[in-house]
């Protein structure tokens, strides 16, 4: 290892102790640290790529005055990135004095899931344990709903016992004796650790300049966000880097703003926030969101990273394009804005210059208007937790009849994701009516050339994005019935 490849020490509580370890290179995953170097072998190694949910843990975060839980994958973190952070593994619910437990006592989730018959060969079982940890810590003493149970437990994999006996232990953990974490105590533990973010081969600035310098300065270092996309080419394809620069603790970039009639997404909030606080403006967006990967991943994923990655077939740009959203590139030299299908060149190529990072995406607010529709349709062969092979978001606002307003965003139809000009062109000021949908969905099936891949034959995506279109029509004449988007709210449990 050169000079070049020395880190800072690495800070973090677990157990109510403060853990410092020196010399853990930049790629080291949380995952590594816990098992191998730490010998906490209760977290587990399925499927190393943020699928499986074995190696969820839960890390602890100041927020303002409080403290803020969040089940992730330790697989595909990089363990710098929980520095200054409280971490918590399955092993440490009886051995942590903030919990309170006695040593080898049950947390009333291990009790409830031993109560329930939720376990049979185990393995997956600490990754179940610790993202019911996070649901019990963040419900309260409120019962939890199957449906919430569902979305808590939406990146952890069971092979045997099935999900029956694990959603009655998440709801009867709910009604054992309570054990509630003293999160002052957590807090006044990580008061203790100062930031560092000076020096070595992983960087975390704490303001949007010194980012902007460092990026400057570094044109070829590795940004990372909540490395669910970067955690994997670790992990699979072994990658190194001299240098990554971690921007999660940029100020600046950790909000979620509202104002000049428009919604400003900075790029460290994680995915799941960014969704919870669309799906307040547009609920429609209720199951798109919950689509998008599992909990642990969009609680470390954010939207700038989805953006900035650039995949053809990532979710929130066709999202983000139906919605007019801009994304706000900035450097040194200052700010520019660009709407988001401008952004893209080619395959996983952009606009974003060698010393710009993506700092925000900005939407216009939905406005008061009637007859307004949003139709986000995710195509993928598994419900949950899988890639699309296609998706058309639709913005329609209709008035007197007639089409007065539309933008479609689509995804896995193109080298880039896309914006459908020709298929609005075809719906813009025409009478909202069958011939017009069918007129318009011709347009739409001709208007990209998609391949064929593993995901979906080029034939199959384009017959499709036209009977999405059908379905868009139906949906506005009261057929409800057939929208399938609002499976997955109960109908599973
Ligand atoms: C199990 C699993 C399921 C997934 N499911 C989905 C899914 O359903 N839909 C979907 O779209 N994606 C999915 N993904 C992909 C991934 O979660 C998203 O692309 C996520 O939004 C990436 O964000 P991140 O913060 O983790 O990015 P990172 O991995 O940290 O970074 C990704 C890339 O973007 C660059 N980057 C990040 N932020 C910036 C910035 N601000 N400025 C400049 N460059 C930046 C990085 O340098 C890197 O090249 C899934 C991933 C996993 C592991
Ligand atoms: S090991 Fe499968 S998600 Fe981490
Ligand atoms: S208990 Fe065996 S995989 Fe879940």
């Known amino acids: 290892m ?33 098992r191998e170097d730490l010998a906490c072998t209760g977290v587990k190694e399925g499927c190393g790529e943020g699928d499986c949910g074995a190696c969820t843990v839960v ?31 399955a092993e440490d619910l009886s051995g942590d004095p903030a919990l309170g437990l006695s040593p080898g006592g049950l947390h009333p989730v291990q009790q409830a899931l031993v109560d329930c018959h939720a ?57 054992l004796p309570a054990t509630r974490l003293d999160r ?58 001299d240098q990554i620069i971690d921007l999660t603790r940029v100020a600046e970039l950790g909000h979620i703003e509202s104002s000049q009639g428009r919604l400003r997404v900075g790029a460290a909030v994680c995915l799941e926030s960014a969704f919870r606080t669309l799906r307040l403006l547009w609920p429609e967006l209720d199951v798109f969101a919950a689509r998008f990967a599992g909990l642990p991943v969009r609680n470390s994923g954010t939207l700038g990273g989805n953006v900035a990655n ?19 590139l900035a450097s040194l030299r200052g700010q520019r804005s660009l709407p988001l299908e401008e952004f893209y060149t080619g395959y996983r190529q952009s606009r974003l210059a060698a010393d710009e990072v993506v700092a925000y995406i900005d939407i216009p607010l939905p406005s008061a208007e009637p007859d307004q529709w949003l139709r986000a349709y995710k195509i993928s062969k598994r419900y949950e937790d899988d890639i699309s092979a296609l998706c058309l978001v639709i913005k329609l606002r209709l008035q007197a009849g007639h089409v007065a307003e539309v933008s479609i965003g689509a995804g896995g139809v193109a080298a880039t994701p896309a914006r459908a000009r020709l298929t609005e062109a075809a719906l813009q000021g025409q009478p909202w009516n069958a011939d017009t949908v069918e007129r318009a969905a011709q347009v739409l ?28 029509w139906l949906q506005t004449q009261g ?3 057939l929208n399938l988007e609002s499976i997955g709210s109960g109908e599973f449990a």
């Open 2 to 34: 050169n000079d070049t490849r020395t880190t800072r020490p690495l800070r973090f509580v677990r157990r109510g102790q403060l853990l410092a370890l020196d010399n853990v290179p930049p790629e080291r995953t949380l995952l590594e640290v816990l």
């Open 59 to 89: 890390i602890g975060e100041r927020v303002g005055q409080d403290l803020q839980l969040r089940a992730i994958n330790s697989c595909i973190r990089l363990a710098h990135s929980v520095d200054g952070l409280a971490v918590w593994t």
């Open 119 to 175: 376990s049979q060969c185990g393995f997956c079982t600490p990754g179940f344990v610790m993202s019911l940890f996070a649901l019990y810590e963040d419900q309260g003493r409120v019962p939890v709903s199957r449906e919430a149970v569902q979305r808590a437990l939406s990146g952890n994999l069971c092979r045997c016992t099935g999900y029956r006996p694990l959603i009655d232990a998440a709801q009867r953990m709910m009604d």
């Open 184 to 241: 002052q105590a957590v807090l006044r533990a990580l008061a203790a650790i100062e930031p560092i973010d000076e020096g070595g081969a992983y960087l975390q600035p704490l303001r949007l300049d010194d980012f902007l310098r460092l990026r400057a300065a570094h044109p070829q270092a590795q940004i990372v966000a909540g490395c669910t996309d970067v955690g994997l080419w670790v992990t699979k394809q072994h990658q190194q880097f």
């Open 310 to 328: 650039g995949s053809p077939i990532g979710d929130s740009m066709p999202l983000l394009i139906a919605l007019r959203a801009q994304v706000v």
């Open 445 to 472: 099936r001709g208007e990209f050339a998609p391949i064929s891949d593993m995901r979906a034959s080029a034939d199959y995506r384009r017959q499709v994005l036209g009977h999405l279109l059908q379905r868009l």
């Open 479 to 481: 057929h409800e019935g």
